[in-house]
């Protein structure tokens, strides 16, 4: 009789001829795959991290001394990002889902996005795009709805939504490098004319969506509209002309048709339901003797006259009634004393920017990476992705094939198109303009102890006989340095140095500040000593955090957490960012 190897470690004792060795080394298996089933049903992000520590891949990639171990700790980088980026349709990002995305991307002749449906069977809630090349029994497009506009165009629309960009302000893609350029409008001297054509594209670009959308469906389909929806509670939109077209086909059975209600029925069932103290709520409340007004409204009434629920209590039952007003007591109390909660540790595998970020504020650190808030919408990141791609292609001699759109929605300043333009013209006039084409964007791993630093490098220059540069471009002004001399570049330095990519003597790093009115690159040498300078501030800075120290804060203006927490007395906020 045979058995499956998983199920006989739970059945070592019975198993002959082990030797001690084997033994303990099948225990010792047997435990890492217990602790890697409950990670399991953690954070998949956890879970991989956890499998890379425990199956010692990071430990061999660093020992090893194959020239190939290098690129194998890139691909491993660039692996995590992936599995950052995932997220099922429906559900938790599991393993289970992840390891269905990649059966798909292995057997995909397309790329496969990181967003996929779960297998289970569910309500699967996905975009029009997603659901290219996928066919249900049942599909439901919601939200066919759009104001009108005086000529009885769309407007304010959810679907469809005729928005354009013009592109005489360099927005989207270039005209003349679309496969459907002869079919596009053409700007003759009147823009009304030319925006007019415009909305009728991307109206016609819309309608080939939803007949994607519609021809999901195998069995039934269903179109739903409304006049209100939350956060529109200022315009009404009613029926879009999808609706209407599909209403009027003979065979489409319309449900219900609506009237436009005078008033948002949204925001009038949220004024209805504000009400306090708060009806009963259970059946046996309603019927309650001593308390007829129900419960909440019994504790309202003991708050504003003390003493009266007491005056309710029948005869003899006075013992009975403080007791079980001691025990409520007990209960509050503990209600109120915090349970000991284990501590939160930090993932062990790090970005750069996250080490220099703990570097900078640990509490930022804390609230940020540890136990992270909703982060706002940082729109100079944005920009300064679009300047990054941008400067790529031009260091690598390629054509500005970008389309910085979806900048257009940026608070007025940030995204300005002189912005773009100030940071290519400072560029072309640097001496970086007039270098081979770097290496950009390379990915690199620093493992220091039980962390793994990973990150990513603008720019590597090689010019021949004159060493190595690094280059981190900056779309801002020149800023101050990182108090503790910890450094971004010297950080990627460190990495490349420990991967044997450095020349004996070090590189030189440099920062190129392209915001302002002429370039400004600041630059210095990174030799042996320096580099070991960096490796001991790294190491006391990844030791601080190994002991949870998050208690000090930077207090500048421009660290949200610090300018969330500018009231709080310096007590309390160490308080809180202990867990």
Not at 197 to 226: G, H, M, N, P
Not at 518 to 524: G, N, T, W
Request: aromatic content about 6%; proline content about 8%; glycine content about 8%.
């Amino acid at each position: 009789m045979s058995f499956a190897l998983v199920e006989a470690l739970d059945h070592l004792d019975e198993v002959e001829g082990l030797d001690a060795e084997t033994r303990e080394r099948l225990v010792a298996f047997r435990d890492d795959l217990r602790g890697l089933r409950a990670a399991a049903r953690g954070p998949l992000l956890d879970l991989v991290q956890t499998v890379l520590e425990r199956t010692g891949v990071w430990a061999e990639l660093e020992a090893s001394r194959d020239r190939r171990a290098a690129t194998a700790r890139q691909n491993l980088s660039t692996f995590l990002d992936r599995v950052a980026a995932f997220a099922p349709v429906d559900g938790n990002p599991s393993l289970a889902a992840f390891l269905a995305y990649l059966d798909a991307v292995d057997d995909a002749a397309e790329p496969v996005e990181a967003v996929q449906p779960a297998p289970v069977d569910s309500v699967k809630l996905m975009t029009v795009h997603m659901a290219k090349g996928l066919e249900f029994p049942m599909v439901v497009v919601a939200g066919l709805s759009a104001g009108l506009s005086r000529d009885g165009s769309p407007r304010h629309g959810i679907f469809p939504d005729a928005r354009v960009a013009d592109p005489r302000r360099a927005q989207g893609f270039p005209y003349e490098l679309r496969e459907d350029a002869g079919h596009l409008p053409r700007f003759a001297g009147n823009p009304r004319a030319f925006r007019a054509e415009l909305e009728d594209r991307a109206l016609e670009d819309e309608r080939r969506l939803f007949y994607v959308a519609i021809t999901r469906a195998k069995q039934l389909l269903v179109l739903t509209s409304a006049w209100w929806y939350q956060g529109s509670e200022k315009t009404p939109k009613g029926p879009g002309p999808f609706w209407r077209e599909a209403a009027d086909h003979p065979a489409v059975q319309v449900l219900v048709r609506a009237d436009e209600p005078g008033t948002s029925p949204l925001t009038e069932r949220l004024r209805a339901r504000v009400s306090w103290p708060p009806a009963a709520r259970r059946p046996g409340e309603a019927v309650d003797p001593l308390f007829p007004e129900g419960l909440a409204a019994a504790v309202e009434l003991e708050r504003a006259e003390p003493g009266t629920l007491a005056a309710r209590v029948p005869p003899g039952q006075d013992d009975g009634f403080r007791a079980a007003v001691a025990a409520g007591g007990k209960l509050l109390d503990a209600a109120r004393t915090d349970p000991a909660t284990p501590a939160l540790l930090p993932p062990r595998i790090l970005s750069v920017s996250q080490v220099l970020t703990y570097a900078r504020c640990p509490r930022d650190f804390y609230w940020s990476v540890v136990r992270p808030l909703p982060s706002p919408p940082r729109p100079a990141a944005r920009l300064g992705s679009v300047i990054h791609r941008l400067l790529e292609r031009r260091a690598r001699n390629l054509p500005d094939l970008l389309d910085p759109g979806g900048l257009d929605d940026l608070p007025a300043g940030v995204a300005a198109p002189e912005l773009v333009e100030r940071a290519a013209r400072n560029f072309a006039a640097s001496r970086y303009a007039g270098l081979p084409a770097p290496e950009a964007e390379v990915g690199v791993v620093l493992r220091v102890g039980a962390w793994v630093i990973r990150g990513r490098i603008d720019a590597i220059f090689r010019p021949e006989g004159s060493g190595v540069e690094l280059v981190d471009w900056k779309t801002g002004r020149r800023s101050d340095p990182l108090p503790g001399g910890l450094d971004q570049l010297g950080i990627y330095a460190l990495a490349l140095w420990q991967l044997g990519e450095l020349p004996e003597a070090g590189c030189v790093a440099s920062y190129c500040y392209l915001g302002g009115d002429q370039p400004v690159i600041d630059s210095r040498a990174l030799g042996p000593a320096e580099l070991d300078e960096q490796r001991t501030l790294l190491e006391a800075t990844l030791a601080a955090l190994d002991r949870g120290d998050y208690t000090r804060a930077c207090g500048r203006r421009d660290c949200d957490t610090c300018r969330l927490s500018c009231g709080t007395s310096g007590d309390t906020a160490r308080t809180t960012a202990g867990g």
